[in-house]
């Protein structure tokens, strides 16, 4: 009797281990590594007090006083046709927005809670479906970043490693709040048309002892396959930090470029999913009254072209204001991105990492019988280590001028001449004979 017990355990853990991804998602996949560059919105009742998302955690605010802001959350200069206006002018393809963050408040209308943008705030506009709508008729693709954790609800039981100076009462069921996150998760996939992807963070915050991330622990599986059932094409992606659980479809690294961790939450293996590398403009996700600390456009647009390199997506966060208007340093950045992409975009939309690895001088891109050589430091020869495939030409991307270069049996040395030391990324491109593989 126990050995049938086990077997069958085993048997239901194997089938939910051996997600077969769809048709719509593989091809979803590409598209997404195809678009390359997003951006991510942070945005909710903590923009009010400029101190981050986090606010209600680091000053252990009480729930019923941070509530309050609710009351007064009237973002008089939101306009999503602007934001959507101004973010393709950067040339991201997709906007990732918090649907809920860890503070439990829902940005969109739902029927699972009072506590959402309509129904608690003086503003009562949904603008998620405002966002959508925009993103729709602009022709941008939409991703939901939605909190696991909560630091408001009695049902998000027993308390997890944070948000514990917010008094909540904890008399709740954690079945309640798995049907809750359900149902959350169904009206986001019902009521806003077309969704990319839905990006959960949040799984960390359970101790090991109360189960840690284990999948079962959070539902997992049952969420993932309702997103895969409701909406097939949808990619779930989870910042858990860790290495990829079955049903996702994207690999995040937070703050970092995979194969590196300066940040530190960055361990994790490199998989074989799409990847995708999540980082601030400034240092903070939600907006900080005090945090002038903007990576230049130049930072940004190598760090995008590295990202690239190591065949990841850049998804580059802006913590709108709490008047609903975007910080002007952010506008000024998606401007001077969105101008170099006009230039540059052929180098890094649809390509995928480049064959020749990311070394000192930079990294490279590909696309077919195409190899992009994006130089970001001021060399005058680079070797690269790439054999058998017959190099037909090499140009400088931006005028055509031609790159000498000699192939000899152990790769391709290109002889730049003098690159100009200001130059965010001397691009040459290099076509060869057959297919790049
Ligand atoms: C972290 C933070 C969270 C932020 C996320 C974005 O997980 O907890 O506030 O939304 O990073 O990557």
């Known amino acids: 009797m126990l050995l049938f017990v086990l077997q069958s355990i085993t048997l239901t853990l194997i089938a939910q281990e051996n997600y077969t991804p769809s048709k719509e998602n593989l091809a979803a996949r590409e598209q997404f590594q195809d678009n390359k560059f997003g951006i991510f919105i942070h945005w909710g009742l903590y923009a009010m007090m400029g101190q981050g998302e986090w606010v209600m955690h680091n000053r252990d605010i009480d729930y019923a006083e941070y509530e309050k802001l609710a009351d007064a959350f009237y973002p008089s200069k ?25 503070d439990g408040f829902s940005m969109f209308h739902t029927a699972q809670s009072p506590y959402n943008i309509v129904d608690a705030t003086p503003f009562g506009r949904d603008i998620i479906k405002e966002l959508a709508d925009a993103c729709h008729r602009h022709g941008i693709a939409l991703h939901f970043y939605y909190s696991h954790l909560d630091w408001r609800r009695n049902d998000y039981t027993p308390l997890g490693r944070t948000g514990h100076g917010t008094h909540r009462r904890l008399d709740g069921k954690w079945e309640s709040y798995l049907d809750f996150m359900k149902n959350q998760l169904t009206e986001l996939l019902t009521n806003y048309g077309k969704i990319g992807a839905i990006w959960f963070d949040g799984l960390w915050d359970r101790d090991e002892e109360e189960g840690g991330m284990k999948p079962e622990r959070w539902d997992l599986y049952t969420q993932y396959e309702l997103i895969h059932t409701l909406q097939p094409s949808c990619l779930v992606a989870n910042n858990h ?14 703050r970092d ?33 005090t945090d002038s600390a903007y990576k230049s456009s130049k ?64 990294v490279t891109t590909q696309k077919r019988k ?10 005058s020869t680079i070797f690269l280590p790439y054999q058998n495939n017959k190099l037909l030409k090499a140009n400088a991307f931006v005028d055509g001028k031609p790159v000498k270069f000699n192939q000899v049996k152990e790769g391709i040395i290109l002889n730049l001449g003098k690159t100009q030391n200001d130059t965010i990324d001397y691009v040459v491109e290099l076509e060869f004979k057959n297919e790049i593989k």
């Open 299 to 362: 930072f940004l647009i190598q760090y995008l072209v590295k990202t690239a390199g190591k065949g990841a997506n850049l998804l580059l966060n802006i913590g709108p204001q709490p008047n609903g208007e975007l910080p002007e340093e952010a506008i000024k950045r998606l401007n001077e991105m969105g101008a170099w992409m006009k230039t540059y975009g052929e180098t890094i939309y649809g390509t995928r990492g480049g064959v020749v690895p990311p070394s000192e001088w930079g």
């Open 78 to 102: 939101f306009n999503a046709d602007e934001w959507v206006k101004a973010i393709k002018n950067s040339g991201a393809k997709y906007i990732c927005i918090t649907t809920r963050h860890h």
């Open 241 to 254: 930090h860790s290495d990829i659980i079955p049903g996702e479809d994207i690999q995040i690294f937070e």
């Open 257 to 289: 470029i995979p194969g590196q961790n300066l940040y530190g939450y960055s361990e994790q293996a490199i998989s074989r999913l799409p990847l995708e590398t999540c980082q601030t403009m400034n240092k903070t996700w939600g907006y900080n009254i």
């Open 370 to 379: 195409k190899l992009f050589v994006h130089v970001l430091e001021p060399y």
